[in-house]
């Protein structure tokens, strides 16, 4: 006897969280419930403003029609559906098939998208391997540059991973590198999408030995995955790339040809990040995820990020939107 049930949820975000035009005052979502007989698995719908190419409305329809269909006892079938609805729907499958291991890696990336100071602080807190992601493009790129260079000097052992989500034009993105001492380049692990092409990006990789990692590009029509001078990860968001199976498919293909493949969030609820921290554990174990998204919320959802103090709301004081 199977049913479901689509929750819809509104988080408030911290004041100063901007989505490249967009500021995001609250995270909008469906967490979907699917029960089958006394299994149950959950999973969460929520497109990003400004990266998600469908609506939060869109995708709560898609995912009625898809779970009407399941609950009177078809097969899901994802191959047409919006990238949110299937990462959302086929996550829930998996755990009620207890296809999702329970064990989760907590240990993330932190993210420094403003204060350099607070970003010190947490490198300092950072057990074993010290990583950081820092974004980069919002300023000025000679700016970015001594910030990078300046991390490197003060964190010894530090890998870097920067993100310029294609801001940069050539010369911006020469004028950042020129302030990363060329002995310190090594210490960035990559540098998500510098320009706005590809060719530009292998171009600036190629000119300054700092390797890239491609994010967007990933979702870009027709990407392949494949090894290039200079490209040393793909970053992986499910929210916007689709359903868990086609996530390990390209888990698979970037293993297969060297290239490292990055867990990160779409800011997803706490609900929805914690399953991502359970994918990167059983997928890509050797990897830290790119999971440090919770900071950005004011609230959580039904599961606690560990260690994150904020509070947490129980899914039941959600609207239940529909069910069947
Ligand atoms: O990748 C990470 O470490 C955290 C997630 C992250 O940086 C992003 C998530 C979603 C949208 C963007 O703001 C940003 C990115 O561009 O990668
Ligand atoms: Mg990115």
Redesign the pocket.
């Given at each position: 006897m199977r049913s479901a049930k689509l929750y819809q949820y509104q988080l408030p975000m911290d004041s100063g969280v901007i989505?490249r035009n967009q500021r995001l005052v609250t995270r909008d979502g469906w967490i979907v419930e699917m029960k089958d007989g006394d299994k149950t698995g959950y999973g969460e719908i929520a497109p990003?403003p400004e990266?998600s190419l469908e609506s939060s409305e869109e995708a709560g329809q898609q995912a009625q029609a898809l779970l009407a269909d399941w609950v009177s006892g078809k097969a899901l079938c994802l191959s047409d559906a919006l990238p949110s609805v299937a990462f959302g729907l086929s996550m829930a499958e998996m755990e009620l098939m207890g296809m999702l291991p329970d064990e989760g890696n907590y240990q993330v990336?932190p993210?420094c998208s403003g204060d350099p100071d607070e970003l010190v602080v947490a490198l300092n807190q950072m057990p074993g391997e010290k990583i950081a992601?820092i974004?980069v493009g919002l300023y000025e790129a000679v700016r970015d540059g001594m910030v990078a260079n300046m991390f490197i000097e003060a964190i010894p052992g530090l890998r870097l991973?920067l993100?310029a989500?294609r801001q940069w034009t050539p010369l911006k993105a020469r004028q950042f590198a020129k302030y990363v001492a060329p002995a310190h380049r090594a210490q960035i692990a990559f540098l998500?999408e510098p320009c706005q092409t590809q060719e530009e990006s292998l171009a600036f990789a190629h000119e300054t030995g700092i390797d890239i990692a491609w994010?967007e590009t990933v979702r870009d029509p027709g990407f392949e995955v494949k090894a290039e001078p200079g490209v040393a990860a793909i970053?992986i968001?499910p929210t916007l790339v689709g359903s868990v199976q086609k996530c390990l498919s390209l888990i698979e293909q970037a293993h297969a040809v060297g290239l490292t493949a990055?867990i990160?969030?779409?800011?997803e609820s706490s609900l929805g990040l914690n399953q991502l921290a359970r994918l990167a554990a059983w997928q890509t174990p050797d990897v830290i995820p790119?999971?440090?998204?919770m900071q950005l919320f004011q609230m959580q959802l039904e599961v606690a990020w560990p260690g994150c103090e904020l509070p947490v709301t129980p899914l039941n004081a959600c609207p239940v939107a529909w069910h069947q």
């Open positions: 989505l990003l990266f990336a993210l992601k974004k991973r993100d989500n998500e994010d970053i968001k990055v990160s969030s779409s800011l790119g999971l440090d998204t």
